[in-house]
């Protein structure tokens, strides 16, 4: 539960950081707003870095689980002669 609440909040983050990052690009007037925008983009990319690792690094030591389409690609599939017993 707080690791999908660290997730969730730190997706808003990147969100915000990206609208900060228009808006001060949309505002471009001085230099001052050119280096407002560099800054939120930087934010934005060390924000999304961080989650990535933070995905990486729960998903190697076990405590998330894939689930859903590509979940079940290193199972082994049993044919229909295996299931078939004499």
Known sequence: MILQSIVIITFILIII???SALF???NH???E???KTVKSLTFRITLSLLL???IFITFATGLIKPHGIGA???RPHST??????P
């Open 29 to 31: 007037k001085s230099e």
């Open 33 to 35: 707003q050119s280096k």
């Open 72 to 74: 079940n690609i290193n």
């Open 52 to 54: 990535f690792i933070l």
């Open 17 to 19: 950081s990206l609208g």
């Open 24 to 26: 001060h690009l949309i």
């Open 80 to 85: 229909a002669s295996e299931t078939i017993t």
